[in-house]
């Protein structure tokens, strides 16, 4: 019975992230009536929201007064380590996971492009959540594999440039290209920048459903990005990757890779519904159909690298 309460709890961490209650008393320490007159909210849903904060521990309150906790402070736009955009982005999908029902009973159901149709607002937090997301995982990644014998990476649809600058940063000699959208490339310009790699990356704005990808590599990586697409759209993905590799190159996918029974890891199967609710076709694969899928497009030597829970799993193909 509790399992089923959690969206209650859910729900006003997310209210609470998407009226930015955390930056705000991280800014300053206030009562529900002093910020319910500046902010021009409600005072009774805003206290009662507020006071839910302080019994999850997000929010502490001493003399009617709120302020975070270390646990809330997280939440704020101030923190060096914000998870916000996460939270901000988790509140964009509340209301297409609310249409798998109708998906279901194969009803028409809220399915958009996880990205490309997002408002400016909506896609600066799905890439700040994905960088979240990554911090750890991208490191984590760059040292399991031996990237050394590379000279240069094709980071497609590669956000902020979390993992472009893990894999520079574990390998001194790399250079990169960074591949994303015309939208996103001034965010990883700027992200780049601030961490001093954007003298070792070239940006290019395309569309790898529609455009052409940068040759001259000999590593590519798809990282968090086959999910999003349907098998199709993986095969014609990697024709592409095939195209501009060099000859001898590696593809690199990191993503969920489903075993046979489609049940384990059980984060991607969950993640498959994520997919199911706000993609038109895309999915958590198995490593076989992966495998045919690469194989369709020309690759060899498909391996299967690592597994994991995180989206840690790793393919390998060469060109």
Known sequence: MTELMNFMKNRVILTASELDLFTKFDETPSTANETAKREGFNEKGLARVLDCLVAF?????????????????FFSSRHPETILPMALHYNHLWNAWSSLTDVVKNKKGKRHNVIVRLDKKDREAFIGAMHAIARTLSKDIADAYHADRFECLLDIGGASGTYTMAFLKKNPKMQ??????????????????????????????????????????????????????????????????????KPGGTLLIRD????????????????????????????????????????KAGFIDIKLLRTGDRMDCLVEAVK
């Open 57 to 73: 521990g997000f929010l502490k309150k001493e003399d009617n007064r709120y302020s975070n906790t270390e646990k809330g402070a």
């Open 176 to 245: 990169a290209v960074l591949f994303d959208l015309k939208e996103v490339i001034p965010i990883a310009k700027k992200r780049l920048a601030d961490e001093g790699f954007l003298g070792r990356v070239k940006l290019v704005a395309g569309d790898f459903h529609t455009d052409e990808l940068p040759g001259g590599c000999d590593l590519a990586l798809l990282s968090a990005i086959i999910h999003q697409n349907s098998p199709e759209e993986n095969i014609a993905l990697y024709k592409k990757i095939y195209d501009a590799l």
């Open 256 to 295: 969920h890779i489903m075993d046979g029974s489609r049940t384990l890891p059980a984060p991607g199967a969950l993640f498959a519904i994520n997919m199911l609710v706000n993609t038109a076709g895309g999915d958590s694969y198995t490593f076989a159909e992966v495998k045919d899928a690469l194989k």
